[in-house]
């Protein structure tokens, strides 16, 4: 009787479900919207029928199930199962997730927040494949990583290690999401980078920047910074490049206290290619200390937006071929 | 027939070898000048004789030595057990430290860098007992640190994880001997305290800081900024508190992406005690994120000056008592 894994990936606009062989090769996959304004309780009984219809889509038993994954946003705790607040599910408040996933299908359970997944997933599956020593970053709305060490998630002490996007650049510097000044994620993310695009269009109307978003100031997104630069616009370029500064120190400073042999960065650094990624590079070896400077690669993540279902699937797949 | 440790600590200015039970009670100890200059050659084969007297004066047989650990001024590859060029060890480059002994004793040996085997002493022997996820900072006349992560050294790729002294927070800062500005080291050091006291005293004349360094400003040293600061002195105080600023920015960085459950501080921070430790944890609060910051604790680290001794018989010492 062949053995399957399921994975359950919660975000703040989508939930999918998928079921995988147990080498990670995901068969059949479910998706609806998550209108997480309902609550945990309207969520998570969603969750719990996607994931039977997905598996009585291609006729697979709960008793061929050999463990569920959840990648969800965090703060959570990956080991009682708890999911606080996460900014992207309000009303979630303390939700006893891995319990209740488990006492349902009585299979055992891993929940972990989304990047450190990711990261996981990275490692099996995408960019990190043959390394020991893996962080990869998400730089999109916010500036998360998760960092896989020695072939195991660094989780730390309450499931929070990887906060890499709040380590404090300029203490006086732009308010963050969270409360505090300079965070790298205030410099770096989407919003941030539009942000800064924006205060810098007010002073030069003359830049692909504002033609790419029909002349409207408020409407620039990071997407226009990239593709002005892409057309080599001066003004988007140096925003591209102030960019790549404060995430090269920020990675610089990340590789001095962790040491990886690769830093792959998801979603702009995808987009933005070489433009950003050779100017993060250079910083990185200028900031970080000489030999783990040596050791580190950086790298587009490579897994796209396949990474959310196998994020979940990485978390229960035995990584042993590694 | 009973089972030993050995325990070799090589530092800049002396060497030590110790014979431990095998649950790490230090039985007897031998010191020497390290006499750096003479080369690795002449350490090394100083550190032989060492071995063998040491387990000779209390008639421990080679046979009975189930291990031998290595704690050297870094940076050294843990895994190939080479040694590269320690600033401490002049004339010290590539030398296969790890070969060496385990060729000459036939036993084997493992070898860390001190700050990590210091981190791995104060988890099993000192303040770090007990806690899953412990981080140990030196802070003297630099600044490093080595990071327990679930009961295991997080060396990273060459072993260079932990640098948490050259994460740069101030990019056009003071020069560090690492070779890049604004490190944490180049201010929060010993030497850099003394260098801003230097500064400090310069323009304000009237400060028990100068009487403590007998009226002579280039006298001055780290020790007695903490004196005055003990004293009341309030330009020592605003030393201190810098300090503490720029010491609990770098740890809040540290905190919020390892999520540690203890931070350990050395020397200076076991000088200065809760006048610099105080404002440290208050910054820490502040600058690092909620969750990380409510699971760390930052104390003094508690092994003082056994901590070489101990650093080398961790390594080797089975933790699982702990």
Chains 1, 2 share one sequence.
């Not at 709040?166 to 963050?176: T, V």
Request: aromatic share 4%; hydrophobic share 40%; with cysteine.
């Amino acid at each position: 009787m062949s053995r399957y894994l399921i994975g359950i990936d919660i975000g703040g606009t989508k939930l999918a479900t998928v079921v995988a062989t147990i080498d990670g090769v995901i068969l059949h996959k479910i998706r609806q919207p998550t209108e997480a304004k309902k609550g945990s309780d309207y969520v998570v009984s969603k969750l719990i029928q996607m994931v039977n219809e997905t598996r009585e889509f291609i006729q697979v038993s709960c008793s061929q199930i050999e463990a569920i994954g959840i990648s969800c946003g965090g703060p959570l705790d990956p080991q009682t199962g708890i999911v606080y607040s996460p900014p992207n599910l309000p009303n979630w408040d303390a939700v006893p997730l891995k319990q209740i996933i488990t006492q349902e299908f009585n299979i055992p359970v891993v929940i972990e927040n989304d990047a450190n997944a990711s990261a996981y997933a990275e490692w099996q599956f995408g960019g990190g494949r043959g390394f020991k020593n893996v962080v990869f970053i998400t730089m999109s709305t916010g500036i998360g990583a998760g960092i896989v060490s020695d072939g195991r998630i660094l989780q730390g002490t309450n499931g929070c290690a990887g906060e890499v996007g709040h380590q404090i650049l300029i203490p006086d510097g732009p308010l963050c999401g969270c409360g505090n000044r300079g965070c790298l994620e205030s410099i770096c993310s989407g919003p941030s980078i539009a942000r800064r695009a924006k205060e810098a269009v007010k002073k030069q109307t003359n830049t692909k920047i504002l033609d790419l978003a029909d002349g409207k100031i408020s409407a620039i997104k990071s997407e226009h910074v990239v593709l002005a630069a892409q057309k080599d616009d001066p003004l988007a370029i140096d925003l591209i490049q102030q960019t790549a500064f404060y995430m090269g120190w920020g990675i610089a400073n990340l590789v001095n206290i962790v040491n990886p042999e690769v830093v792959l960065i998801g979603t702009i650094a995808i987009a933005a290619g070489e433009l950003l990624l050779e100017p993060i590079r250079q910083t990185v070896q200028k900031m970080a200390m000489r030999r783990p400077a040596e050791a580190v690669q950086i790298r587009p993540a490579e897994l796209g937006n396949r990474i959310g279902d196998l994020a979940a699937i990485s978390l229960v797949r035995s990584p042993m071929n590694n």
